[in-house]
């Protein structure tokens, strides 16, 4: 069975195909240019595979609401060409075939779910810290959406007394994102995180906000497992700065022993490595074909 | 049809029956005291009602693990006679109905969604905010429990930049609980919240708090309504300085016509007024029921 796949981002585009375990079986990647000049290339691409579904992870916003006429447009990106465009309109025109859309980061932890760091959970929150900040949230066996989709990025944190940095959100200036996505290290500190030392305040600082939204995550949410994905998350020293903060900033207060005790294996980074996106717009279609 | 319900407080025990419309037809109240004396009472009231279940809405923390055999029990809570005590199991003993059972503010959640201010609708969020600050989640159809269940009052928001005050609660000190709870506000002010005029700064500072953590959830879970209901929000010019601060907060960035026009059918007191806990508390018995 072989199934269709297509982790949209907002600067690259993969396209693979895979079978029901969760096996890419192959893949490539380009980058996001216009919507036209991306998809022709993806057309071509699952032209002649086969696929009997596909999934498409997405960058948002995207419209999710199944009674809307817009439902599988993008929305309000400043992304040439993708503000409002009908994704799965187009991808039905191409492909009569099942089409299952969610965004990037509920596609990302959909795939976990299936088969990476919440495996067999029925709930977990996917976390994506790169050159923004995304969050995917799986609560009580569903994908959530509500009006629109989860924006976890944004929410607001205190900030960290050392931290003179304004931020970089053209939205809200000092969110999480503005202090903590990839492009904030680099210019708060003037050199990429990739070539900050292990030990370098910087990776303090960033704990101290992650750790901040996930303790509110947790509290508010009380997800089963919470994943850490993105290229930030490379960092490894990050996860026990993190785990440390969100102990901090709980103080006890969750009497779950998953939390108290078992930290190490409840804030964890993804089983699907990098692959948690395109594995998850593979889990997408499988769903899309059963239902 | 007679169903049974219980909105059990930690201050107060209300007990009622109720028929499929959500009508309330009788209720009483007590204090709570220890499970022994408050259940006796309990018992007695539904004794000869012949309800053919019964709901209950509990103050927490609760076990809503079906799984565990822990479940329906009071877990860590300070309350003298109830840490650890089997809610659900006593109920059963006394009376061989299906027992509906949620926390207080997961079942006036619950309530809203069935007859109040988000019926119909698929998700809301239902915040209590009196001697404590409690937060129920509905969403993509079901009510959120995850390892625990919400306790998305305890939060971390900025601080208002006049507010010395240090906070009440005994886990995180200024948490949302510890800044904005009734009796937050009574500490910081040296007087009752209903004794202070409409227009002291109390209120700014408290639709301040309450707005972060309001707009934090919207940007997390993008609920379709946000009840808020409670004691303090007997205050009713607190409405319009809320939605301020979460307009102020979000900053357009979730592009939903809800959000930028409609706010004031968007954030709205309890359709039930102060029955929410209880109809929903009755909600949860004709679901086990039905179920």
């Known amino acids: 069975m072989i199934i269709g796949a297509i982790e949209a981002g907002g600067t690259k585009f993969i396209c693979g195909v895979g079978n029901e375990k969760g096996e890419i079986l192959d893949r490539i990647s380009f980058p996001t240019e216009t919507p036209e000049e991306t998809l022709k290339q993806a057309v071509a691409y699952f032209k002649d595979t086969g696929a009997l579904a596909i999934g498409i992870g997405s960058f948002g916003p ?6 809307s006429p817009l439902y599988g447009h993008v929305t309000t ?6 503000k409002g465009f009908d994704f799965v309109g187009y991808m039905k025109r191409h492909f009569p075939v099942p089409i299952g859309f969610d965004t990037d980061v509920n596609a990302a932890a959909f795939g976990e779910v299936k088969w990476g760091a919440a495996k067999g959970l029925d ?3 996917y976390y994506t810290i790169g050159t923004g900040v995304g969050v995917g949230v799986y609560a009580e066996g569903k994908l959530i959406h509500g009006l629109v989709h989860p924006e976890g990025g944004h929410v607001l944190t205190r900030r960290h007394a050392e931290d003179i940095f304004e931020g970089l959100c053209p939205y809200h200036g000092d969110c999480l994102e503005g202090l903590a996505a990839g492009p904030a ?24 906000y992650l750790g901040q939204a996930i303790a509110g995550v947790i509290l508010l949410l009380s997800p089963k497992r919470v994943i850490l994905g993105g290229g930030v998350m490379h960092q490894e020293q990050l996860f026990p700065l993190i785990r ?5 900033a709980l103080n006890g207060y969750v009497a ?14 993804p089983g699907l490595g990098d692959h948690a996106g395109l594995c998850g717009a593979l889990a997408l279609g499988i ?3 059963q239902s």
Do not use: F, Q
């Open 256 to 269: 779950a022993p998953e939390i108290l005790e078992d930290m190490d294996t409840y804030i964890v980074p």
């Open 77 to 82: 990106t400043p992304k040439r060409g993708w």
């Open 244 to 248: 440390k903060e969100v102990r901090k």
């Open 62 to 67: 995207v419209n999710m609401d199944l009674s």
């Open 287 to 289: 769903k899309a074909l």
């Open 185 to 208: 290290i680099e210019k708060r500190w003037g050199i990429k995180g990739s070539a900050l030392p292990a030990d370098h305040l910087a990776w303090e600082m960033e704990a101290y």
């Open 123 to 125: 709930s977990c929150v």
